[in-house]
């Protein structure tokens, strides 16, 4: 459906923390519990100057209230569109469209959620179903193995695929678990398609026991408005790579590194590692589980960097547990660059 510019313009100026207000969300002094993610302290922040913008300094997402509607209900840009013009009365072309908010969430509803993490339990058997029927795509080989110069043999190990397109995906698994179950599963959107930007990687997070506790995907697609990593909204946060831990003795080296890309880094240099999901995300309830290993990190050339690494390092003080710093070339950007950009790997040699 076409949405007249000037219907955009008017949308992109609204209030922002109005808007959080009218789906429910609670806010406190112009800040508010971020639905996006799991969190003890509310980072989704509101400018009261710039009331059009909003912003989470955990995740970094942001924007305007088209972006804001596109996250909180997982939609198209049109849909948020839409949605918004019913929240406000704004007459499309094709007539008045109907949305009803969800829920309202308080503060002892979100702290439940993050808690919990989202109403909807995490379908283990669905998800191990659909890492068990995709594949690792051409364009993820290609994004692997000739951009990023990442070991193969780790990347099947740990079961890394990918999606491309997830409309047939999407259809078997309504059809072999069900309608009821696969909306209920937090797995799929309202249209009935995994809620997964693609084309993207896909990372499976499991526990010590090699049990699925959740994925994230890598969007490798051309769109610079699309998110580059997304979680379901039904899972909890871990640290990845956890079963590794069982093939090292304690005392060991063991590098912690700021999200999926660098660890798989690290793992095809040949040492041991395992992520945390980023600099902002720390899944405290994890970080027991690394003690008595010899921590070590290699932070982003950056202040973000920098400051995840004295987050985490904190966090791991709490729990009696030490961290050393290790620094990477000053003209690299994180270790994953650096890495990269010293391997010689060509992948069309290898594909042929």
Known sequence: MFIPQN????????DCEELADRLGIEINRHKAYCFLHS?????????????????CFSCGKGGDAISFMMEYERCGFTEACEKLC?????VLPS?????????????????????????????????????DNLILTHNAQYFLFEKRKLNEEI??????????DSRTISQKAWRKFGEKRCRASGLFGEKGYLSFWVPCIIFPYRDRKGNLLGL????????????RFQF???????????????????????????????????LSSGKAAIAIPSATIIPEDDLSLLEGYKLKMMPDNDEAGWDGFMKLRLALAKKGISIFKEDIPAEYKDY??????????NYEDKTE
């Open 216 to 227: 994230q995907s890598r969007y490798i697609g051309d769109d610079k408005k699309v998110p």
């Open 7 to 14: 219907i955009v313009d008017d949308l992109r100026q609204r």
């Open 95 to 131: 007539g008045k469209p109907t949305y009803v908010p969800k829920r309202r969430l308080t503060s002892q509803s979100v702290s439940r959620r993050n808690n919990l993490d989202f109403d909807k339990p995490f379908d283990t058997e669905i998800a191990e179903w659909l890492l």
């Open 336 to 345: 994953g660059e650096w890495y990269s950009s010293n391997r010689d790997f």
């Open 86 to 90: 019913a929240i406000y009365g704004m």
């Open 155 to 164: 990347i099947y190990k740990i079961g890394i695929k990918a999606l491309d």
């Open 39 to 55: 969190e003890s302290v509310p980072s989704l922040s509101f400018h009261p100057s710039k009331k059009n913008v909003w912003h």
């Open 232 to 266: 379901l909204s039904c899972q909890k946060t871990h640290l990845f790579n956890m079963p590794l831990l069982n093939e090292i003795m304690v005392d060991n080296d063991l590098y912690l590194t700021e999200g999926v890309t660098d660890c798989l880094a690290v």
